[in-house]
């Protein structure tokens, strides 16, 4: 049995000094909008306090990022994104290393991974992003690792379609 905590004052600043910046980042990444994702980051700690959810022990960042992702497609839904230019050069906050090259690469990639429906995009997003593995995503999406897999898969599929289709144009 995992050990399960209540969110006092003390574990909320220590989960806020070590996790803010992922929520941040993951948000900011999802959004393309600096305010918007500071926005969603503080509703995610502001809910972890109000809420006082009991928390399974080493869990704690999954649920953060469960409760930012959830956010971010609650706004991304919303219509404003489809208004705001994506792919401006703002991605700097992203971590990993640039595999892609030059900033006109990666930036194609940006818009193609936010063309991506939710469900591909947020796999795509906590894997080659935030660096987790099949079985962690599964755990924090509440689905089997195969879902994962699947959708890791379609999701390169779908994005090499979407990258060959905006060279044709």
Not at 17 to 30: E, G, H, I, Q, T
Not at 43 to 67: H, M, S, Y
Not at 113 to 131: A, M, W
Not at 133 to 141: D, K, S, T
Request: with cysteine.
């Amino acid at each position: 049995m995992e050990a399960v905590q209540e969110v006092s004052t003390a574990s909320f600043d220590t989960l806020y000094s070590l996790y803010a910046n992922d929520v941040l980042r993951v948000c900011y990444f999802y959004l393309g909008d600096r305010q918007r994702a500071e926005d969603v980051c503080q509703d995610v700690f502001v809910k972890l306090i109000t809420a006082q959810p009991v928390l399974q022990t080493g869990k704690e960042k999954a649920w953060l990022l469960k409760v930012a992702l959830n956010r971010c497609r609650d706004i991304w839904r919303g219509g404003w994104i489809k208004r705001v230019v994506l792919g401006h050069p703002a991605f700097e906050l992203i971590p990993g290393p640039d595999e892609i090259g030059d900033m006109e690469e990666k930036q194609r990639l940006m818009e193609a991974i936010n063309r991506l429906p939710s469900e591909f995009k947020d796999v795509v997003l906590l894997h080659y992003y935030q660096g987790y593995g099949i079985a962690e995503i599964a755990v924090m999406l509440d689905i089997a690792e195969g879902t994962v897999s699947s959708r890791l898969s379609r999701a390169r599929t779908k994005l090499q379609g979407i990258l060959k289709e905006e060279e044709r144009s």
